[in-house]
């Protein structure tokens, strides 16, 4: 129902040359230090993603120390999650330019940061700018590195190696939500959030751990990527013509580009050869030379695939499945955050505070939704079984969990909504997935970056959305409807969509053999 990178026509190479050898798959690509990269991406949702999903504990601690309204309190928590996602598009630069590994060590410093300056905070509006701000850029400048990284070392196991790390969000929303809570009433919320900006230095570590593959590798992966797909019934039946007839994406600028970058290195190298004669001082300076020119040439080609994947004559934005992904992600993960938010106060409101402190409901999400993410993973990697029709399924199932929370009144069925919303809320580590299926991985970084920025717009709107509802009404029961409503129209997106298109390929393919 989708496009795979094969019908969109991205192309990484003329494979035609290396076809004719035999490769030798690396051993870096789908096991070695590919599990590494697993455990890297894995930490780092801990001590993101976890965190930001353990953020009611420190919302309840706002709401009683600056007495402000829960819409108000509630911008906090979602400017920190809304931004690390909306700087995806931003952070996709900085790693086309810096690489994955400088930009998630920039990242933590960042993100650490925010956390300690948090600490001394004396009003919200404060917080919008150390916590929300600060914190939420360097938590962008980790999350998608992470993503994007096991999406370059995985070829054949793809769904389970993201299901596998992006299940430290379940294991981080569950021993984060413990970690705050016995932080805050030992300690107090302000010496929580300096020992958690502690913690969080650790994803300096992670982003180390994120060693880029060379260009030779990444060929060997296309290579023997694209043998075994071929011989795979699993192929998508959907063209984007669009694209095709534009051409491969930023093909013809990225050559002239490499040409001229090569003159440019090779006249500094020459020079540097010539100069061999003079004195040391003219050494070091050519040496400088010749490596400020290699930063600008980086730089410039960073700089230019990620112009042309947004902005040139064949870009993203002209395949219609994945513009109609981006509509679905502006509704859905406001759904999915407003519970973890609210909550807390539901369960206060309900006067089930004895039984949740037992077991906190957002910790049956959280424990829940590790197992969904590693089941729905492996069973998208069985060849029979279209990782499309599971991505949707999810889809209908969490859609159809947060409409009906509001008519559960009891712990026990809280408890079973909330389980079925953390199983289906597994489908998030299908997301990277099915985006480099769209667009290849070439150009991963830039669509996922667009893809979790259309999420943090979710994410930045929702929780206040909730709270400001929630403070006309006294009642949460119209803010889950309305987002239900509202993720239900993005599900339609894209089931819609591709239909439309695949019947506009079938009218084209039959018109050109009628002629």
């Not at 934005?317 to 106060?345: D, G, K, M």
């Not at 987002?483 to 019947?503: D, H, S």
């Amino acid at each position: 129902m989708y496009a795979s990178r094969e019908d969109i026509g991205y192309d990484f190479g003329d494979d035609s040359k290396v076809g004719s050898k035999p490769i030798k798959p690396n051993p870096n690509i789908d096991g070695g230090w590919a599990w590494m990269i697993v455990l890297s991406s894995f930490l780092v949702h801990i001590l993101i993603m976890g965190s930001q999903m353990a953020l009611g504990i420190l919302n309840m601690e706002w709401l009683e120390e600056f007495n402000q309204s829960r819409g108000l309190t509630a911008w906090v928590s979602s400017l920190s999650m809304g931004i690390t996602l909306i700087v995806g598009p931003f952070i996709g630069l900085f790693i086309s330019m810096c690489g994955c590994r400088t930009t998630a060590i920039i990242g933590g410093i960042l993100n650490a940061l925010g956390w300690i300056l948090s600490a001394y905070a004396s009003n919200v509006h404060y917080l919008f700018l150390t916590f929300g701000v600060t914190a939420g850029i360097g938590s962008g400048m980790v999350y998608l590195p992470a993503v994007v990284m096991v999406g370059q070392y995985f070829q054949n196991r793809r769904a389970l190696a993201q299901g596998l790390s992006t299940t430290g969000t379940g294991f981080g929303a569950f021993l984060m939500t413990a970690l705050l809570k016995y932080l805050c009433t030992e300690f107090g919320w302000r010496n929580a959030m300096f020992i958690q900006g502690a913690i969080s230095l650790n994803l300096c570590v992670c982003g180390a751990l994120m060693r880029p593959l060379s260009p030779k590798e990444l060929r060997e992966k296309y290579v023997v990527g694209n043998d075994r797909e071929e011989n795979r019934a699993k192929a998508l039946s959907q063209s984007t013509e669009t694209i095709k007839s534009n051409g491969v994406l930023g093909q013809e600028p990225e050559k002239k580009e490499e040409v001229a970058n090569e003159e440019v290195l090779g006249s500094v190298q020459h020079i540097e050869i010539g100069g061999k004669s003079g004195s040391e001082r003219s050494m070091y300076g050519l040496r400088l030379f010749k490596t400020v020119s290699q930063l600008t040439v980086t730089v410039r080609k960073g700089f230019a695939l990620w112009y042309s994947s947004y902005f040139g004559a064949a870009s993203l934005f002209t395949n219609r499945v994945f513009v109609a992904f981006i509509i679905w992600a502006l509704f859905a993960y406001s759904s999915f955050v407003i519970p973890f938010i609210h909550l807390p106060e539901i369960v206060k409101q309900y006067k089930l505070s004895r039984q949740d402190n037992v077991f906190p409901l957002t910790s049956i999400i959280a424990i829940v939704h590790i197992f969904g993410k590693v089941i729905l993973g492996i069973i998208s990697d069985l060849p029979c079984i279209s990782t499309w029709n599971v991505f949707l399924m999810a889809n209908f199932t969490l859609v159809t969990c947060i409409l009906t929370l509001p008519l559960m009144q009891t712990y026990i069925g809280l408890a079973v909504v909330c389980a079925l919303i953390g199983f289906s809320s597994g489908y998030f580590s299908l997301m990277p997935v099915v985006t480099e299926d769209l667009v290849g991985t070439k150009h991963l970084a830039n669509a996922y970056g667009i893809i979790i920025c259309a999420n943090g717009i979710s994410a930045l709107l929702g929780p206040p959305f909730a709270g400001w509802i929630y403070d006309i009404t006294q009642k949460y029961d119209f803010s889950f409807y309305i987002a239900g409503l509202l993720y239900m129209v993005g599900i339609i997106f894209l089931l819609v969509q591709p239909c439309i298109q695949k019947k506009q390929s079938t009218d084209k393919s039959t018109e050109e053999a009628q002629v």
